[in-house]
């Protein structure tokens, strides 16, 4: 059986790197292969080179290193340099440039070289498929078995994950160490509540886990909260307010630890860390607010885009209408949908399907109480999980599929619960049935 599920996994990374070439192309690519110079500083000068202090030039190398996460252009640089490319071959200044057109910016050298693509998309996609062992853990954490080959199922053939984690940008380290910052807390949630020895060492791992997964993007908060969600909510299930009372001061020390694993893999922040913290928060607010539309960012439609963003949502291929008349965008669109390569269709009958299961998910972990106190503790972490991402999407004011897909992440996790109970619900009333039966049968 094991060995069965291994080979499922196999397959199911195998084809979330094969369909990489074809992925459409955006804009933001550029930008962070161009980004990927500061691996070079980093290994030339040292890390003080990348330190940052104002005044921030929008698209300036310090905007860009305050508005990113660190892993993933260095990780980019690192394979580029295995690949014999150096610097000489990277786009200029800034990248890409938002305000022009497609061809202008092609004629500025900002598309990259067709080699330096590719190695760029390989670096971001490894990563992508190594984060489907994580959400393996994560499955088998909460739901056993099935969970284990459902849950990376689910995640990584939905269009928008596979999309996004094919593409040299920040989202595939932010999903692999987003998940694992996840399996950390349900590992985490395990140990406390058999009360194993060694405990220490489990919450240094979930300490560092939570502090990669807000180094590989701004947006891991996400993904450390809802861990940390995760950890407080298991607690209160198995041991109430005492339980949790006994673990503060380790939430505590953990997320100090989190934050300077953090620090220590964000360079730019070493100068006057807490400064340039308030820094990075007002260029992130900057961002939003210039590429905010207010009837986009109306509560009603941010409302509706977190019930629809994780599956009914058709996958976003860019952001900017004029993408759709530039020349090559949609043939290479319908060519990557036609391969086959792009995961399961959004909308239509799987989205609603994917959907049901998510609000049956929520069902099941509410009443995960006629369980064990160790099944109720995990239903209610990942109902937290799901409910922390889902405050934290309601605030974004752009419709941005990318940026949802933390909530894709434990939304997919709800929908395995939901999968998992309804089965068990059919088998114990098909079990039930049978039984009532049986004395029938007998006397007949």
Known sequence: MAAASGGILILLSIYVLIGTPLAPFHGDESMHVWSSEDS??????????????????VDSPQHFRLATGSIYKHWLGLIRRLAGLGQDVLPPAPGWDWASDYKTNEAMGHVPRPELLAVARLSAVLLSALAIWPASLIGRAVAGRPGALLYPMFLFLNSAVLLNGRRAMQESALLLFGLLA?????????????????QAVSWMFFSAATGLALAAKHSGVI??????AV??????????????????????????AGMMVFFLLSPALWNRPWERVVDVVSVRTQLLEACSDPEDSALPQRIQRVLTMPFLEPTQYFELLSWRDTPGIAESIRSYEASGLAGLPRRGLVGWALTACVAAGVVFSLRSSEGDSATEARYWGALAWWVVSWLFLLANPLPVQRYYLPLIASSALLAVLGVVGCLQ????MFCSSSASRRPEQIRS
């Open 182 to 198: 996840i399996w950390a807390a349900f590992h985490l949630a395990g140990c406390l509540s058999t009360k194993q020895r060694h």
């Open 425 to 428: 619900l059919a088998t114990t």
């Open 40 to 57: 070079d500083m980093l290994t030339g000068l040292g890390p003080w080179s990348l330190t940052v202090s104002p005044p921030y030039v």
């Open 223 to 228: 993904f450390a909260a809802g861990a940390f």
């Open 231 to 256: 950890v407080i909510v298991a607690s209160l299930r198995m041991g109430g307010i005492a339980a949790l009372r006994g673990n503060v001061r380790a939430l505590v020390l953990s997320a100090a």
